[in-house]
């Protein structure tokens, strides 16, 4: 197990390094970021060469990765043009999208994976067709739309909810946000239940443990569900990366200032150190729940943890 | 019908948001506490020092904060004296200027001649990378701090210099009679001990002379301001203080305008043009700003400035149907402009309604004839350069094209040509690889003809980004410049505008407004000249 650890974590490097240089090349394509910097007229070109100088974009591009690269160890991830370390900006965006993150996933399981127990077991039953209509149009209705829609309903015509967050984005506030994050996926979640649950609920070890007598919760919560998570905990690892980076939308509707605040701001002002800053913190949260997800198949699945 | 319900949820809303900033806003040293509005924000661009801010967010806080020698009129755009008691000059070029008495910052260090001259000297050297650093550069000894190649060749300008500590004495390289006028800008403000002392400290709550004091500053979410007691001037702020808010888009803080979590928005989106007047009533306000959209040509490409190019580009601006495209997808925010200036500077101060005459009406036959006389569009077709990524370009883009097109009775005359990112469509621009027309914005920096014209049509000026280059209209913007009689200098620009016109060295398109809504709490809310809200005016409850 722990050869194993090792070697995944060695895999990372690779994929980081070529994640990071991906994304470095691609923000400088984009063009100058100092010709932007003094809005609709031209910077006077020795300060635009100050500048350059300063954030290092007056070498060659394969010298401001390396730099870059080296400073990244040493903690240092360089100055957002608004004078801000990026670090300082993460440490004020990521805690925030990561309440949100939590909000959603914790809707993802609790909704999702109950839905989907409840409707596996009742395959074809007006409960399991009600579900699946609902969850299709969940799906096809895109988030932003969804989103406008429950600020609009709840925040401005009932006024039950604030239609923006305050800037400390306590849990409270992140419900109905991280409802409209989660709301995709949940519904991808209860369908993988669902599908998963039906299908183990006729195997041998499902009728051995029904034969010897045991009670149906014990099955259903023992037997039956920790081998359908499998699939399920699959995406739902997946997805953590995913709902991180991806609540663009979302905390552009609600105004949370998360990591997608930050990225969009980052990309509208062509701020590369911002920009390749976050996305580099993003990789590895990708990376991570990667190897959190392969070592949970162990835990679920003894077989793997052997073979 | 609408209205009467938003008004009501707003009302209650509006009971909820006071009882909470009531409990979270602590530390309130006016005691007062309920009449603090709150007012939209988007996060400044740039660390926020007088002459490093060139946007409007972050000279918003430094108008609150800050007061300078002069400040404009929020009606008249019209420069008045504020910590000036005297600026005297004999000749336009040697100007002595004295600070009145009895003005200190807010952090009790008194206000004198030496903070002008310190905080000046710190935004033009070059060392300090500020943004604004040109604003100095009519002061004598600027290109020695702020050389444009090489290493700067001194720590202070020598045209500035500390006379006692009320008065000094400005030099300038050349005759500028609108001097004192610019004087009321950002960048001239005067600067604490404390900015050079601690920087850091300051940039994290910056300390100024204006009627509200900083209380707390989160960057990129909040900033609240205080009414400053001890205020000596005469436009003390109405209200307690002013909480400004980061939005990251404009759509939410209308919803929350809506839903009375907000005072004030000073930015109406685009899609709720539609709603606004039935949703806030008269609690919404859509005027002119010191702001014009052009229409800029590459003159630095042969196919634009061969014989007959001057008819080719009087034809398309006559094909444009500025009164339809200002209605139908601006909503009546966008003015169709006749001159090359704003209404904002007033008749006298040198706007000069119908200057650009018959070349900005719509006559499509004349346009027809007009191109056709100057030899047709280069390669047979326009393509109008934009960025796409902020302020929903495309749409008039397309407009406009769409007008030339039918105008033309040619449906491939005119494209519009998006760029992904406004670094971008900057960097092309300035850098002159641009091979067709490309939309061009204009923010006034000061309510004068002056700035609506030098830096953009003066042979290399700083925004000259199409390279237009005119003998005459240079001579005549110098002569202005050096005029000492307002009235006269008025009239020489606009004579110097005139050249503008007769080359069409810029198609001009449509002014636009400020607009602002805001909550039935506030009232006496107004924009200055440069679209801004005038906070210290608005009265809470």
């Given at each position: ?27 400088n394509?984009?063009g100058d970021p100092v010709a932007g910097l003094c809005g609709d007229r031209q910077c006077d070109p020795a300060t635009a060469a100050q500048l350059r100088k300063e954030f290092g974009l007056d070498k060659p591009v394969?010298q401001q990765?390396?730099t870059y690269?080296?400073n990244?160890?040493?903690?240092d991830?360089g100055t957002a043009f608004n004078g801000q370390e990026v ?182 002002r062509q701020n590369t150190q911002t ?33 | ?43 400044p661009q740039n660390p926020l020092e007088p002459a490093n801010t060139n946007e409007?967010?972050g000279g918003?806080v430094l108008?609150?904060i800050f007061?300078g020698l002069k ?12 910590l000036a008691?005297?600026i005297?000059t004999?000749n336009s070029r040697n100007y002595t200027i004295?600070v ?5 910052f807010?952090?009790?260090e008194?206000v004198t001649a030496r903070s002008f001259v310190d905080a000046w000297n710190y935004g033009a050297s070059l060392k300090n990378n500020q943004k604004n650093a040109y604003f100095f550069g009519y002061i004598a000894g600027y290109d020695q701090v702020h050389p444009e190649q090489g290493e700067q060749r001194a720590a202070t300008m020598s045209g500035l210099k500390v006379v006692d500590e009320r008065t000094f004495t400005v030099a300038l390289s050349q005759k500028f009679?609108s001097f004192p006028d610019t004087l009321g800008y950002n960048a001239f403000v005067p600067l604490p001990r404390a900015f050079f002392d601690d920087h850091a400290a300051w940039l994290s709550k910056p300390v100024g002379n ?213 670094a971008?469509?900057r960097s092309?621009s300035t850098t002159q ?10 923010q006034m920096d000061y309510?004068l003809?002056q700035n609506?014209?030098q830096p953009l049509?003066y042979t290399n000026a700083s925004s000259n980004d199409?390279k ?6 240079d001579?005549?913007i110098d002569?202005?410049n050096a ?59």
């Amino acid at each position: 197990m722990g050869g194993y650890v090792v070697r995944r974590l060695v895999q990372m490097v690779p994929v980081f390094i070529g994640a990071t240089l991906l994304i470095f090349l691609m923000v400088n394509v984009m063009g100058d970021p100092v010709a932007g910097l003094c809005g609709d007229r031209q910077c006077d070109p020795a300060t635009a060469a100050q500048l350059r100088k300063e954030f290092g974009l007056d070498k060659p591009v394969w010298q401001q990765y390396l730099t870059y690269m080296a400073n990244l160890f040493t903690g240092d991830f360089g100055t957002a043009f608004n004078g801000q370390e990026v670090t300082e900006l993460m440490s004020t965006a990521f805690p925030v999208t990561i309440r949100l993150t939590v909000v959603a996933i914790v809707f993802q399981v609790v909704i999702g994976i109950s839905l989907g127990v409840v409707t596996g077991l009742r395959r074809g039953r007006p409960v399991d067709t009600g579900v699946l209509l609902l969850t299709l149009v969940v799906i096809s209705v895109p988030t932003f739309v969804t989103g406008l829609l429950l600020q609009l309903l709840l925040g401005v015509e009932w006024g039950w909810i604030r239609p923006s967050v305050s800037p400390d984005a306590p849990f409270g506030e992140l419900i109905v946000p991280g409802l409209v994050l989660a709301s995709v996926s949940l519904a991808y979640v209860t369908r993988l239940t669902r599908t998963s649950i039906a299908e183990n609920r006729t195997s041998d070890y499902v009728r051995t443990a029904v034969a010897k007598g045991l009670p149906r919760r014990r099955v259903v919560t023992r037997h039956l569900l920790r081998n359908s998570l499998i699939p399920v905990v699959t995406f739902i690892g997946a997805d953590i990366g995913f709902l991180m980076g991806g609540a663009i939308v979302t905390e552009r509707i609600f105004n949370i200032h998360g990591v997608g605040y930050q990225l969009y701001q980052g990309i509208l002002r062509q701020n590369t150190q911002t920009v390749v800053g976050f996305v580099t913190v993003l990789v590895l949260v990708f990376l991570l729940c990667n190897l959190v997800v392969d070592l949970l198949y162990a835990v679920l699945d003894p077989r793997i943890r052997y073979a | 019908m609408r209205g009467a319900t938003h008004a009501r949820w707003a009302a209650c809303a509006m009971a909820v948001a006071l009882a909470t900033t009531a409990c979270g806003g602590g530390g309130d040293t006016t005691g007062a506490g309920g009449a603090v509005l709150s007012s939209s924000w988007t996060d400044p661009q740039n660390p926020l020092e007088p002459a490093n801010t060139n946007e409007v967010q972050g000279g918003k806080v430094l108008n609150m904060i800050f007061r300078g020698l002069k400040q404009y009129d929020p009606r008249t755009g019209e420069a008045e004296d504020v910590l000036a008691e005297r600026i005297e000059t004999t000749n336009s070029r040697n100007y002595t200027i004295t600070v009145k008495d009895g003005w200190t910052f807010s952090n009790g260090e008194k206000v004198t001649a030496r903070s002008f001259v310190d905080a000046w000297n710190y935004g033009a050297s070059l060392k300090n990378n500020q943004k604004n650093a040109y604003f100095f550069g009519y002061i004598a000894g600027y290109d020695q701090v702020h050389p444009e190649q090489g290493e700067q060749r001194a720590a202070t300008m020598s045209g500035l210099k500390v006379v006692d500590e009320r008065t000094f004495t400005v030099a300038l390289s050349q005759k500028f009679s609108s001097f004192p006028d610019t004087l009321g800008y950002n960048a001239f403000v005067p600067l604490p001990r404390a900015f050079f002392d601690d920087h850091a400290a300051w940039l994290s709550k910056p300390v100024g002379n204006g009627p509200y004091t900083v209380q707390s500053y989160t960057k990129g979410s909040e900033m609240q301001l205080a009414r400053w007691g001890g205020y000596p001037g005469e436009d003390a702020a109405r209200n307690d203080g002013v909480t400004l808010k980061v939005y990251t888009d404009n759509n939410t803080a209308y919803t929350d305008l809506m839903a009375g979590n907000l005072d004030l928005v000073d930015d109406v989106p685009a899609q709720q043009l539609k709603n606004v007047r039935g949703d806030l009533g008269d609690r919404y306000l859509n005027t002119p700003a010191g702001i014009i959209q052009t229409l800029s040509f590459p003159h630095y490409d042969k196919e634009w400035t061969k014989a007959g190019s001057v008819k080719v580009r009087q034809g398309l601006s006559r094909a444009i149907d500025r009164d339809q495209i200002t209605r139908t997808i601006f909503q009546g925010t966008r003015t169709p402009a006749t001159d090359w200036t704003s209404p904002v500077l007033g008749a006298e101060g040198g706007y000069k309604a119908g200057l650009c005459g018959q070349w900005c009406e719509y006559d499509a036959a004349a346009a027809k004839k007009l191109i056709a006389e100057g030899g047709g569009l280069p390669g047979g077709q326009v393509k109008i350069t934009y960025n796409a990524d902020t302020g929903s370009h495309k749409l008039w883009v397309d407009a406009v094209c769409n007008s030339i097109n039918n105008a033309l009775d040619n449906d491939r005359a005119c494209v519009g040509n998006p760029i992904g990112t406004f670094a971008d469509f900057r960097s092309k621009s300035t850098t002159q690889k641009l091979s067709g027309p490309f939309r061009a914005g204009w923010q006034m920096d000061y309510p004068l003809p002056q700035n609506f014209l030098q830096p953009l049509y003066y042979t290399n000026a700083s925004s000259n980004d199409g390279k237009w280059s005119n003998e005459e209209f240079d001579k005549l913007i110098d002569r202005a410049n050096a005029e000492t009689d307002v009235a006269k200098a008025v009239q020489t620009f606009q004579q110097a505008e005139e050249v503008v016109r007769d080359n069409m060295a810029s198609i001009p398109l449509w002014y636009q407004n400020g607009s602002a809504g805001w909550s039935d709490r506030l009232s006496n809310v107004a924009l200055n000249p440069f679209s801004v809200p005038v906070y210290n005016e608005i009265k809470v409850g």
